[in-house]
Nanobody, 120 residues
Framework: QVQLVESGGELVQPGGSLRLSCAASGSISSINAMGWYRQAPGKQREWVAAITSTGITYYSDSVKGRFTASRDNGKNTVYLQMNSLKPEDTAVYYC??????????????WGQGTQVTVSS
C-alpha cells in the first residue's frame, strides 16, 4: 500500500552532519507515526527514533541529543537530522510506519535503506 524510500546517506567525517529523508508514496491515510531504524555490520536492526502524528519525538539513548526527527506531511516525507556523528553511527538506516501514536511498533515492509558511513 505504501512504499518508503530512504535517501541522504553518504560518507561523512566524525563530528559531521547529515540529513536523511524518507519519502512515502501511495496512500498514507492510516499512518499515525513514523520511525527510524538502523543496522550496523554484523548487528541486529535497532530502533533509533520515532515521531508521532502530532510531531512528538522519541530517541534511543545512543542518539539522544544528537539526532532530530521531523516530518513534512505536505511532502509525504520524514527526516532525520544527524549531528555530531560518530563512527559507531555507521549503519544502513531505514524508516517504517508505526502502528499508532500509542503503540510505536513497525508495521510496514522494510525497504533497502540508505548507507551512512562515518569515518576519517
Amino acid at each position: 500500500q505504501v512504499q518508503l524510500v530512504e535517501s541522504g546517506g553518504e560518507l561523512v567525517q566524525p563530528g559531521g552532519s547529515l540529513r536523511l529523508s524518507c519519502a512515502a508514496s501511495g496512500s498514507i491515510s492510516s499512518i499515525n507515526a513514523m520511525g527510524w531504524y538502523r543496522q550496523a555490520p554484523g548487528k541486529q536492526r535497532e530502533w533509533v527514533a520515532a515521531i508521532t502524528s502530532t510531531g512528538i519525538t522519541y530517541y534511543s539513548d545512543s542518539v539522544k541529543g544528537r539526532f532530530t526527527a521531523s516530518r513534512d506531511n505536505g511532502k509525504n516525507t520524514v527526516y532525520l537530522q544527524m549531528n555530531s556523528l560518530k563512527p559507531e553511527d555507521t549503519a544502513v538506516y531505514y524508516c517504517n510506519i508505526l502502528r499508532s501514536d500509542s503503540n510505536l511498533r513497525p508495521v510496514g515492509s522494510w525497504g533497502q535503506g540508505t548507507q551512512v558511513t562515518v569515518s576519517s
